[in-house]
């Protein structure tokens, strides 16, 4: 399961707060689980950055792909 999270969030990792597009495979960060109260250090398996794009149609209107 992956969340989004707009550029800029927070990200607790092992050496501090990071903005959350400084994060990559590999880094150490803190997850925690609601359903257990537990947080734990975690490595970051994968990560995927979504880039908004805007494009224009030959109709001059503006979408978002």
Do not use: Q
Request: aromatic share 10%.
């Amino acid at each position: 399961t992956y969340r989004k999270f707009a550029a800029g969030t927070l990200v607790d990792a092992e050496n501090g707060y990071n903005p959350i597009e400084e994060i990559t495979a590999g880094m150490m960060v803190y997850v925690h689980n609601p359903d257990t109260g537990e947080t734990t250090l975690k490595e970051v398996v994968w990560s995927i950055v979504f880039v908004k794009r805007m494009c224009k149609k030959s109709c001059g209107t503006m979408y978002e792909n």
